[in-house]
């Protein structure tokens, strides 16, 4: 069973960066697509990303579109959502999640436990 670590969230200014880091303990995920999705307060899950397994394939929701970037780290391991250009919209706990690239939630296996980012206007 793998588990699923992320880190890099925070507080950010509107216009400003972050990169969150996700990382597997138990066995690694190099064999899997990945995604990333964020719930805000009071709102649904919603899903942002997704990579496939190899990396060579990106998927995004059309609202960051242009502003993040999904990538992969097999050797390390490791998959990152690096976030310009942040709006106060962007605002949740975000979600790194395994098995798929998909937007439906269900199709994933496995979670983290997510972590928490702010952007102030």
């Known amino acids: 069973q793998v588990q699923l670590v992320e880190s890099g969230g925070g507080l950010a200014q509107a216009g400003g960066s972050l990169r969150l880091s996700c990382v597997p303990s138990g066995r690694t995920f190099e064999s899997d697509a990945m995604g990333w999705f964020r719930q805000a307060s009071g709102k649904e899950r919603e899903w942002v990303a997704g990579?496939?397994?190899?990396?060579?394939?990106?998927y995004y929701a059309p609202s960051v579109w242009g502003r993040f970037t999904i990538s992969r780290d097999d050797a390390k391991p490791t998959v990152f959502l690096q976030m310009n250009s942040l709006k106060p919209e962007d605002t949740a706990v975000y979600f790194c999640a395994g098995g798929s690239a998909a937007e439906e939630p269900r199709s994933y296996t496995y979670w983290g436990l997510g972590t928490q980012v702010t952007v102030s206007s």
């Open positions: 990579i496939s397994w190899r990396g060579g394939t990106t």
